[in-house]
C-alpha cells in the first residue's frame, strides 16, 4: 500500500501559487516511484510499413471486419461506461440532458451579455414550430427545438402496488386537466415549454423574473395549463435559490408558504400577470388524513392523482419516484371512499385497476405505433413527390 | 554418438530414431549449453559436413536464441549475453566465416538472431564493418555477397531501427552496392534490393540529404525495369515503402519516373508485379487521405501543415480508373480467402480513390457500372457491382442519392445472380449502401425485395452467407435509427422506439440469424460471428413491438450459453477449447447486448440464472489460464473480458439489486482486479468497479477497503499495462461518489496519488505518449471531480466539514488545472474535464475561490472550450462560466 504518513506535509508543501508554478514541475524529488511508474509508458512502435498490404488485404469485402468489430464493440462498452460516470457526475452538476451526442443548439458566445443557469435561450429557435410534413432527413438538418427546454419535467410513471410506507414517505397531489409544461420567467419574460422543449406562450408575469418591472431572478416551474391559468405542481427555481436538489417534501413546503408571500399578485389576473399561478397543494397520506380529505370535492376536473416520494430530488423524465393513478381507481386502490366526481370517467367495463393500467398502456403503444405509421407514410408521399421532381441520372 | 549423427538422425524417417535424436539435442543442451553451441558453430562452419547437416546445425543454434513467444525470446537473449565473451567471439566467428560457403544460407539467420541480441546490448560493435567490407570487397563471391545481404536484411528486419540509424551509411553503401544494375549476379541483386526494403525504416537521415536520395532512388528505379521478376517486384515493393515513409519528397520523382513506372507495373501481365503497382498507388492514396486529415487539423487551429498534399491520386485518377476497373474482372474462379492478387487489391485501391478524390470518382467510374452491371459475363457483372460498392464512401453522400435509387433494384436482384461471385459482392455492396444512406434502402418500395433476397442470402454459401450477415447488421441500425428520427424525441425514453419497418419481419429475421450461427459450415469464412453479429445489432436496435422475441431470444442464447459449458468441462484439446472459448465470447456478448434492452421488471426473473452463467465463465476460465497453455492464441481467449462486459449490463439492468450477489461475486471480481498480466480483464474489472459503485451506491462501503487495496497496488505495479492505470484512477472517482462522506477514510493516500501522477512526464515526441498523459490527466480530473461532488454531498447545501478537510488540495487542484490549460498537448477532452472540476469547485467553495479563478488561464481556457467542437467540453465549459458569473452577480448584488 501507499505510504501515507507524509501527504499532509507534501500537500502543504505544494501550496505554491498558481503564478509561481511551470507547466512541467521539474523538482525531481517531488517524482515519486509511482509517478515514474505512471510516466513510464510503454514504447510502442510505429506500425511497421510492410504491414500495409496487411492492411489493405483487411480491407477487402468484410473479411478483417469480424475481428475489429470484436474489438471495437468491446472498446464501445467501456466508452458506454466512461458515458455512465460522466453522466453521474453531470447529475451532480445538474446538468442531467440526456442528449450531449447533438451539437449544441445556441451558440454560447454570447455568454457574456447576461448570465441566468437555464434560462438563456435563442428565441428564433426555442419558438421554431416543426410541422408535421417535416420528414425525418429535414428534421435533422433543422435545427431541433430548444433543446434546455426538452425533458426538464419529471413524470410520473403508473403506481403498479402500493409502496409498504406509503402513509409515511408519500405526499399526494391532485392533477388538474390540461397541458404539461415548464414555466420559465427570465429576463423579463415569462414561456412555457412542453415537453418537447417547444415554446408555446410568451406572456409577462410577475414572477422574479418574469415582466420587464421583475427583471430580476428566475423562476422554473412545472405547471398544469387549462387554458386559463397554470396549476403549479413543483418548483425547481426561485429568484436565486436553486430547488433542484432539494428534498420534495421542503420544495412543496416552499412553494406553499414562500412563493404566494413573496409575489401575491401571481395568483391574480393582472396586466403584467396575464394568466393566474394556482398552487396544488399536496397532502400527507396517512390514512385517517387521506380519508378525510377524499371525501371533500376535487376543486378542479381531475386528470388523475400523483403520489410523490417525500425523499426524492426534482429529476427529469419518468421516475419510480412520482406515481401516477386515475381519480377513479383510489377507492379499488386505497380501499377508501372517495368523493362522487373521482369517479368521472369510469369506465362501464373496468375490472380493475391492474387491467386498466394494461388498457391504457396498450392504447397508448398503439397510439405510438400509428403516428409512426403516419411519420412513414408522410415520408413515403414525400419521397415520391421528390423523385418525381428530380430527374433520373441513368 | 556425435553431434553431427544426431543431427542426420534429427529428420529421420523413422519415428522413434528422430525423437531420440531430438531428446538428445536437448539434453546436450541443458548438460552444457556453452559447449553445444560451440559445436554447433563448428558443424555449421565445416565445409566437408552434408548439407543437410549444416542447415539443421543452423536450425539448432537459432532454436536456442528465438522463440516465436516474446517473452520466452527476451529470456534466451538474456542467457546467450551470460555465456563468457570468448565463447560468444568464437561462436560468432564462426557463422561470418560460413557466409559464402552455403548455397541456401543458415548462418545469415545465425548472424542476424546473434545481432539482434548483440546490438542492442551495445556488443559486436564491428559487425557492420565486417559485412559490409564482405558486400564490397572486389575478392567475395557472390554466394559471400549474397549470404552477408541476407544477413543485414534479417539484422534490418527484426532490430528496433534506432540501433541501427548510427550504422545507416555503412548498411547503405553495402546495399546499393549489391544492387547497381553492374552487379552481374541476380541472386545478389535480389538480397540487396530485400534488404534495402528492410533498412528504409532507419535510413532517414540519407534521405534527408538530396545528393544521398537522388542516388538511392535511381538505384531502386533502375532495379524496377530489371528482367528479373523477383528483383523487379522487390524494387516496386521498396518504392511502396518509400512513398509511405518519404512522401514530402517525392515530388521530383513522381513526374519523372514513378508515375510511368507504377503505371506500367498496373498494366504487367505478371500478377506480382501487377500487384505491386496497385499496392503503390493504394499507398499513395492512403498517405493523401492522412495528409487531407491534418491539413483541416492545421488550418482549424492557424497552423501551416508541416507535410502538403500534392493530390497525386486525383491528378492519377483518369489514369488510374480504366486499369482499376479492368483488373476488377480478373476474378479467380474459385475464391480462396487467402489469396492476395491485383484484383482484390484493385477492388482496396478503388476504394481509397473514392475516399480521397471524393466527388470526382463518381464520373470516373460511373460509365463502367452502367455498361456492365446486366453484362452477360458474370466478371463484368460483378465488376461492375464492385466498383459501384466501392466509390460508395468519399463523395458527399447527396451526390450518390439518385445513382443509388437506381442502382439499388437492379442490385438487389443480383442478390440471386448464378454467380456465387456476383451474389456475395451484392451482399457485401448492399451493405456498403446501408452505411452511406441508411434512410434510402429502409423505404419501403425496396425494403420489402431487399429483405427476401437477403433471408434467402443467409442459406447460401457461407462466403455469400457472411456478407449477407454484415448487410443485417447495417440494415438494424439504420431501420432503427429512421424510427428514431421520425419520432422524435418525444418523451425522455427517447432511446425507446416503439416500433420500426423492420417490426413485422424481426422475428423471422432473428429466427433465420439463429439458425445461421448452428450452420454446419458456419466456421468458415467467419459465418458464426458474422451472424451473432448481425443478432446482436438487431437485438440492441429493436424497438418495443419486438420485445416478446428479445426476451425469447434471451432465453435462446442462455440455453445454448449453458449447454456449451457443460461441454467446456468435458474437453481435452486445446484446438476444441479455443474453438469453444470463441462461441462462448459471442454468445456472452449476445447477452450483454440483450441485458441492454430488458424491462427492469424483466430482469430479476432472469437475474440468477445469467448470474450463474457469467460466474461459471468467469471462474472456468480461471482454471483454464492455470493449466499451461499451448499456445499464445489460445490465452488471449476474450472470453473472460465479455463476462465482465456483460456482468456491467447486469449491473445496470438491477441497479441497487444487485447487492444480494455482491458476496459470490466479489472473490471473482478480485481475482480479476489482480489479474495483471490479463490488461483487459484487468481493465474491464476496474471499468466494472464504476458501474456497480454507480448502482449500489454507498451499499457497496463494506467491499471497497478490499478493492481499495488491489487499485492502489495495481497503479504502484511494474507488471501492470500502463493503459490500465489511467481507469484505476477514474475508479477512484466512482468510489468518491458513491460513497460520500464514507470515502474519507481513503482520501489521505487518493489525494497523494492524484497530486503525484498528476506530475507525470512523458516524452511529447511520441504522440502515443501524449495520448497516455492527457488519459492520465483525464483520469485525475475525473478523479478529483468525483472527490469534490462525493463529499459535497447532493444537498442544496454543501458539506462543509467534508469540504475543509480536502481545503489544502484546492490549490494543487488549480495548479493542475493550470498547468493542463497551459500544455499545448492538452486535447479539449482533456481541458473539458479541467472546466469541469473548477466549476465544481467553484460551486463547492463559493466566492472564497473566485481572486483565484479570475486568473486569465482559466479564463482563456474556459472561452477556447465554449468554442469547442467537442460537446462535452463545451458543455461543461459553458455550466462552469455561468457558476463564476452567478457568483459574481451574487458578489456585487
Known sequence: TVDSSETCQSMAENQTSINQSSPHPSDPDAVSDLCQSLAAANTRHAVPVSCAMDRHQSMYKNRGRAALDQVERRRKELELQKQRRFNAMSLARRLAEDDWTTKDVDENDDLDDDLVSVADTNETLATEELTADDTAESLQRKRRPGKNYRNQLMLSEWLMEIPDNLETEFLLKLCPQGKRVLVVAAKGITKTFDRRGRCIMTFPSELPGGCRQFRAGLTVLDCIWDTSSFHVLDIMHWRDLQLYDTETSLRFHWLETNFVESAPNVCRRTPKNRHPFLIVESHSCQRERLAEFLTLQPPFPLDGVLFYHQRGAYTFGHTSLVGWLKPYMLTEVLGLPCHQHYSIGLPADYQGWLVDVERFEATRRQMALAYSQDRQLRRQQQQTRSENSHSMVD | ?893
Open chain 2, 1 to 893: 554418438m556425435s553431434i553431427v549423427t544426431v543431427l542426420e538422425n534429427s529428420l529421420s524417417q523413422d519415428k522413434s530414431q528422430r525423437e531420440t535424436a531430438l531428446n538428445f539435442l536437448q539434453d546436450a543442451a541443458n548438460q552444457n549449453l556453452v559447449q553445444f553451441l560451440r559445436q554447433l558453430s563448428e558443424i555449421l562452419r565445416d565445409v566437408n559436413n552434408t548439407t543437410f547437416v549444416r542447415m539443421q546445425a543452423g536450425l539448432q543454434l537459432k532454436n536456442q536464441l528465438y522463440s516465436k513467444n516474446s517473452s520466452v525470446r527476451m529470456q534466451l537473449g538474456q542467457r546467450w549475453l551470460t555465456i563468457p565473451e570468448a565463447d560468444r567471439s568464437y561462436i560468432k566467428e564462426n557463422c561470418l566465416l560460413t557466409l559464402g560457403t552455403e548455397v541456401q544460407s543458415s548462418a545469415a539467420q545465425a548472424v542476424a538472431y546473434i545481432a539482434v541480441i548483440e546490438l542492442p546490448a551495445g556488443q559486436w560493435a564491428n559487425l557492420m564493418q565486417v559485412l559490409v567490407a564482405n558486400v564490397v570487397d572486389q575478392a567475395s563471391t557472390p554466394l559471400k555477397k549474397q549470404a552477408t545481404l541476407q544477413a543485414i536484411g534479417y539484422i534490418c528486419q527484426d532490430i528496433d531501427p534506432n540501433f541501427l540509424s548510427a550504422q545507416s551509411n555503412e548498411i547503405l553503401t553495402a546495399i546499393v552496392n549489391g544492387m547497381k544494375k553492374e552487379e552481374q549476379n541476380s541472386n545478389v541483386r535480389l538480397a540487396a534490393t530485400q534488404a534495402l526494403l528492410n533498412s528504409l525504416e532507419f535510413t532517414k537521415q540519407n534521405f534527408d540529404i538530396d545528393a544521398e536520395r537522388h542516388y538511392i532512388m535511381q538505384v531502386v528505379c533502375e532495379a524496377t525495369q530489371c528482367a528479373e521478376t523477383g528483383i523487379k517486384v522487390a524494387a516496386l515493393q521498396c518504392l511502396v515503402k518509400i512513398m509511405n515513409l518519404y512522401y514530402q519528397y517525392m515530388e521530383t520523382y513522381m513526374n519523372q519516373a514513378l508515375f510511368a513506372i507504377t503505371y506500367e507495373a498496373m498494366k504487367s501481365e505478371v500478377e506480382e508485379v501487377a500487384l505491386q503497382g496497385i499496392e503503390f498507388w493504394s499507398t499513395v492514396c492512403e498517405e493523401e487521405i492522412d495528409l487531407a486529415i491534418d491539413e483541416q487539423e492545421s488550418e482549424e487551429k492557424g497552423l501551416p501543415p508541416t507535410v502538403s498534399s500534392k493530390h497525386y491520386a486525383r491528378g492519377a485518377l483518369p489514369y488510374l480508373v480504366p486499369i482499376l476497373t479492368a483488373t476488377l474482372t480478373r476474378q479467380e474462379e474459385q475464391d480462396d480467402e487467402d489469396d492476395w492478387g491485383p484484383c482484390k487489391a484493385a477492388t482496396v485501391c478503388l476504394m481509397l480513390l473514392a475516399q480521397c478524390a471524393g466527388d470526382a470518382i463518381v464520373g470516373a467510374v460511373l460509365p463502367f457500372v452502367n455498361d456492365h452491371i446486366r453484362s452477360e459475363n458474370w466478371r463484368f457483372r460483378d465488376a461492375a457491382v464492385m466498383s459501384f460498392g466501392c466509390i460508395l464512401e468519399g463523395p458527399d453522400p447527396d451526390n450518390l442519392r439518385s445513382l443509388v435509387e437506381n442502382a439499388l433494384p437492379v442490385i438487389i436482384e443480383l442478390l440471386r445472380d448464378p454467380s456465387n461471385v456476383v451474389r456475395d459482392t451484392s451482399a457485401w455492396t448492399i451493405g456498403r449502401v446501408l452505411d452511406t444512406l441508411p434512410g434510402l434502402v429502409v423505404q419501403e418500395k425496396f425494403l420489402n425485395p431487399l429483405l427476401h433476397g437477403l433471408v434467402e442470402g443467409l442459406g447460401a454459401e457461407p462466403q455469400v452467407a457472411a456478407n449477407v450477415c454484415w448487410a443485417f447488421s447495417s440494415l438494424a441500425s439504420a431501420a432503427y435509427d429512421q424510427a428514431v428520427s421520425q419520432a422524435g424525441t418525444s418523451d425522455s425514453r427517447s432511446a425507446q422506439v416503439e416500433t420500426y419497418c423492420l417490426s413485422g419481419f424481426f422475428e423471422p429475421i432473428v429466427g433465420k440469424l439463429l439458425e445461421t450461427t448452428d450452420r454446419q459450415e458456419a466456421g468458415q469464412h467467419n459465418l458464426r460471428n458474422a451472424a451473432y453479429h448481425a443478432l446482436m445489432e438487431m437485438l440492441k436496435h429493436s424497438p418495443r413491438d419486438c420485445y416478446a422475441t428479445l426476451q425469447k431470444t434471451t432465453l435462446i442464447v442462455m440455453q445454448r450459453l449453458k449447454s456449451i459449458q457443460d461441454v467446456a468441462d468435458k474437453l481435452q484439446t486445446s484446438h476444441d477449447r479455443a474453438q469453444l472459448n470463441e462461441l462462448q465470447s459471442m454468445l456472452c456478448a449476445t447477452l450483454q447486448s440483450v441485458l441492454h434492452k430488458i424491462d427492469r421488471n424483466d430482469a430479476p426473473n432472469i437475474a440468477d440464472a445469467v448470474m450463474e452463467l457469467l460466474l461459471r465463465m468467469l471462474t472456468q476460465q480461471q482454471v483454464q489460464q492455470h493449466q499451461p497453455a499451448d499456445d499464445e492464441a489460445e490465452q488471449q481467449s476474450g472470453v473472460q473480458e465479455d463476462a465482465l462486459l456483460a456482468m456491467a449490463a447486469l449491473v445496470d439492468c438491477l441497479g441497487e439489486d444487485f447487492i444480494k450477489y455482491m458476496e459470490v461475486f466479489k472473490p471473482v471480481l478480485l481475482s480479476c482486479l489482480r489479474s495483471v498480466t490479463e490488461t483487459q480483464i484487468c481493465m474491464n474489472a476496474v471499468g466494472l468497479l464504476g458501474d456497480l459503485c454507480r448502482a449500489l451506491g454507498e451499499r457497496i462501503a463494506p467491499y471497497t477497503d478490499e478493492i481499495f487495496v488491489i487499485l492502489v497496488e495495481l497503479l504502484s505495479s511494474q507488471a501492470v499495462d500502463q493503459s490500465v492505470k489511467p481507469s484505476v484512477i477514474s475508479a477512484f472517482s466512482d468510489f468518491s461518489l458513491a460513497l460520500g462522506p464514507g470515502f474519507f477514510k481513503f482520501l489521505e493516500i487518493v489525494i497523494n496519488t492524484l497530486q503525484q501522477a498528476s506530475q507525470a512526464q512523458v516524452d511529447v515526441s511520441n504522440p502515443d505518449q501524449v495520448d497516455y498523459l492527457n488519459e492520465l490527466r483525464e483520469a485525475c480530473l475525473e478523479a478529483y471531480t468525483g472527490i469534490v461532488q462525493g463529499l459535497k454531498g447532493n444537498g442544496p447545501t454543501p458539506h462543509t466539514q467534508e469540504l475543509r478537510s480536502i481545503q489544502p488540495a484546492v490549490q494543487p487542484m488549480l495548479h493542475f488545472i493550470a498547468m493542463v490549460a497551459r500544455d499545448p498537448v492538452s486535447t479539449d477532452e482533456v481541458l473539458g474535464c479541467a472546466c469541469g472540476l473548477l466549476g465544481d469547485l467553484v460551486t463547492a467553495y463559493g466566492a472564497d475561490l473566485l481572486p483565484a479563478v479570475s486568473d486569465d488561464v482559466f479564463s482563456a481556457m474556459l472561452q477556447k472550450c465554449r468554442r469547442s467542437k467537442v460537446s462535452k467540453a463545451k458543455t461543461l465549459a459553458v455550466w462552469t462560466t455561468k457558476e463564476i458569473r452567478k457568483l459574481k452577480n451574487l458578489q456585487t448584488a
